[in-house]
T-cell receptor
Framework: DAGVIQSPRHEVTEMGQEVTLRCKPISGHDYLFWYRQTMMRGLELLIYFNNNVPIDDSGMPEDRFSAKMPNASFSTLKIQPSEPRDSAVYFC????????????FGPGTRLLVL | EDKVVQSPLSLVVHEGDTVTLNCSYEVTNFRSLLWYKQEKKAPTFLFMLTSSGIEKKSGRLSSILDKKELFSILNITATQTGDSAIYLCAVRGGGTSYGKLTFGQGTILTVHP
């Protein structure tokens, strides 16, 4: 059974460019979460969805960040324009409705903005 | 705002040692506390604790929650080099964002042979 799938696994871009991160949750899961991890701030929740609907986006750092979930099997996190301080590992996770604490994480996308 | 503080931030031990990792929290309408292990890549789930005083155990790892004092500990006995990882503590609160987990900064555990 495939776990959470993220792409790309690594992304190097220049400041000002648009970056799109992709996530495919585990089939049948009701919740999808986007996290960012840095040495300075640890693991932070950016936004999460329940049945494709955004529930809490209070962790999205600023308007340059946006996330969508057009269907149950796909979500994107977009940064436009990107800045060097956005460099981090971005994780997507999913969980079932009745076991939402048990979140299954994807392998992450390591983003470097030059 | 929910808050989770872990200590120590890093720990270096030798194989066979026993370690205790600490997690204290402040959360509105506490629902659960979780421990995750993060090796090279993504965090993987270890334990979920919801009730005080009930120990959760998995092999050499065990954890307990104190809801009165607002903390949890994770014990690892007879450590092995494979236990080297970042251990993350997270809490889930209630209210409108009941799905949200707030993570601590993690404890980096290094086990030397």
């Amino acid at each position: 059974d495939a776990g959470v799938i993220q792409s790309p696994r690594h992304e190097v871009t220049e400041m000002g460019q648009e970056v799109t991160l992709r996530c495919k949750p585990i089939s049948g899961h009701d919740y999808l979460f986007w996290y960012r991890q840095t040495m300075m701030r640890g693991l932070e929740l950016l936004i999460y969805f329940n049945n494709n609907v955004p529930i809490d986006d209070s962790g999205m750092p600023e308007d340059r960040f946006s996330a969508k979930m057009p269907n149950a099997s796909f979500s994107t996190l977009k940064i436009q324009p990107s800045e060097p301080r956005d460099s981090a590992v971005y994780f997507c996770a999913s969980s079932l409705l009745d076991r939402m604490e048990t979140q299954y994480f994807g392998p992450g996308t390591r983003l470097l903005v030059l | 705002e929910d808050k989770v503080v872990q200590s120590p931030l890093s720990l270096v031990v030798h194989e066979g040692d026993t370690v205790t990792l600490n997690c204290s929290y402040e959360v509105t309408n506490f629902r659960s506390l979780l421990w995750y292990k993060q090796e090279k890549k993504a965090p993987t789930f270890l334990f979920m604790l919801t009730s005080s005083g009930i120990e959760k155990k998995s092999g050499r790892l065990s954890s307990i929650l104190d809801k009165k004092e607002l903390f949890s500990i994770l014990n690892i006995t007879a450590t092995q080099t494979g236990d080297s990882a970042i251990y993350l503590c997270a809490v889930r609160g209630g209210g409108t964002s009941y799905g949200k987990l707030t993570f601590g900064q993690g404890t980096i555990l290094t086990v030397h042979p």
